[in-house]
């Protein structure tokens, strides 16, 4: 895709954003969108970063390591947030890198974590991924156990959790995901909710996102599956 349909595309989920934050008589400004850049090079992320975007997502914490460390360095005030599982040894390589990490899911990561964070010399982000429709080959904490693991976090690892993010099962409808994870959020004090993809932000909006990721919307179909 040349630079100018890119920017086209961006504009156009930018203004669905503001238009959908407005029907649900929400402050536009209470939405981030995360431009889900996995798999796409420096060059097309580039594009974005000249245009004032700062708010990226990527799945994988090598991939990462490969294209935004050079990014990073020429736009310092960008926000990255790591949207994919997490193994245990990647922990500290990806708490140099990433301002937020998303998918805190299970106890031995958030012991993990906990035990990086004094020397991360950094502010980060959690979020804990919630496996909103109980599916056995998905990651994330299930719902009815994220009360009691959020707790964990706070009391056993020294993580503030700062939000929930979820991923519905594909082709269901999604609205019954986002809302029980904004009443998980609610009834545990969290702010931050991190749902809504392509095919469903405007919705996950409605719900009360307030971190939207989507990828294939800006940048078209991804060549490779991941
Ligand atoms: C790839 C991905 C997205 C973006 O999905 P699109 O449908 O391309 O917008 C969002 N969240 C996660 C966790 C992803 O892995």
Redesign the pocket.
């Known amino acids: 895709m040349n630079a100018a349909d890119l920017l086209t595309r961006y504009q156009t989920v930018k203004e669905r954003i503001v238009r959908a934050a407005r029907e649900a008589d929400r402050d536009p400004g209470s939405v981030q969108l995360v431009v889900?850049s996995?798999t796409q090079s420096v060059e097309a992320i580039k594009v974005l970063l000249d245009a004032g975007h700062r708010v990226f997502?990527e799945?994988r914490v090598q991939e990462a390591q490969s294209k935004w460390p050079e990014l990073k360095a020429a736009f310092p005030d960008v926000e990255l947030h790591l949207?994919?599982p997490l193994q245990t040894n990647k922990v500290r390589d990806a708490m140099a890198l990433f301002d937020a990490i998303?998918?805190v899911d299970r106890a031995k990561l958030a012991r993990a974590i906990g035990a990086a964070k004094a020397t991360a010399g950094r502010t980060i982000r959690y979020f804990v991924e919630v496996n909103t429709g109980e599916e056995p080959q998905k990651a994330g904490v299930l719902p009815g156990h994220t009360d009691e693991f959020l707790a964990f976090c706070r009391s056993e690892c020294g993580l503030e959790i700062a939000g929930l993010?979820c991923?519905p099962p594909a082709n269901h409808q999604a609205s019954p995901h986002f809302a029980l994870l904004a009443g998980i959020a609610a009834r545990n004090h969290i702010r931050l909710l991190s749902m809504g993809?392509?095919?469903d932000?405007p919705l996950a909006i409605q719900l009360g996102a307030t971190h939207v990721?989507?990828?294939?919307?800006?940048?078209g179909t991804?060549e490779t599956l991941?």
């Open positions: 889900v996995k997502g799945n949207i994919g998303e998918t993010m991923i993809m392509t095919a932000y990721r989507v990828g294939t919307a800006i940048f991804r991941v």
